[in-house]
């Protein structure tokens, strides 16, 4: 199964959501024969640093 997952309010800053969904992504990826994969949406900011804490493919979008 594909999710979709919307990245573009990540900036990189850790804060209380971003440090709780940095974690739940990479447990997510570290699950064995879960079947999921995970497709980011993101913004300028990841494009510059691109996030080692996501599991999987990250498409970007034009925007800030």
């Not at 979709?4 to 850790?14: D, M, Q, S």
């Not at 879960?34 to 080692?52: F, Y």
């Amino acid at each position: 199964m594909r999710v979709a997952v919307e990245l573009v309010y990540f900036t990189g800053r850790k804060g209380g959501m971003e440090s709780y969904a940095r974690r739940l992504f990479a447990a997510l990826g570290e699950l064995p024969d879960a079947g999921v994969e995970l497709v980011g949406i993101a913004g300028r900011e990841l494009r510059a640093a691109p996030p080692d804490w996501f599991p999987g493919e990250i498409v970007h979008l034009p925007v800030s």
